[in-house]
């Protein structure tokens, strides 16, 4: 399995992001897909999930209103609109898969057997 992540740049407070995740290398049926972010001298952070099958999402408190996970099967590719960003969702970003995660285990990090290159995203203030 391979992902590859893409999107990141440098924005202002309150703009928009798109990140990609493109997946490749078998198929995805049962698979939760999830994206996760890092800032410098913190620990890996869960942003959002989602479950291949049947769409099930779930999000971080921090991001719920502004971030939206979407999942094109077409393409195979996670995407996270982050609207309305802000200075502290500065981070890399990177997204994970692995097969079949339960629901309560898509915001776990630990929980994930595939993990992107990460993309790294700042908002100034």
């Known amino acids: 399995v391979q992902l590859q992540a893409s999107g990141g740049g440098l924005v202002q407070t309150g703009d928009s992001l798109r990140l990609s995740c493109a997946a490749s290398g078998r198929t995805f049926s049962g698979y939760g897909l999830g994206w996760f972010r890092q800032a410098p001298g913190k620990e890996r952070e869960f942003v959002a999930a989602?479950?291949?099958?049947?769409?099930?999402?779930v999000y971080s408190d921090s991001v719920k209103g502004r971030f939206t996970i979407s999942l094109d099967k077409a393409k195979s590719t996670v995407y996270l609109q982050m609207n309305s960003l802000e200075p502290e969702d500065t981070a890399v970003y990177y997204c994970a898969a692995s097969p079949r995660l339960i629901y309560s285990s898509l915001g776990v990090p630990s929980s994930y057997e595939y993990w992107g290159q990460g993309t790294q995203v700042t908002v100034s203030s």
């Open positions: 989602i479950r291949w099958s049947g769409g099930t999402t």
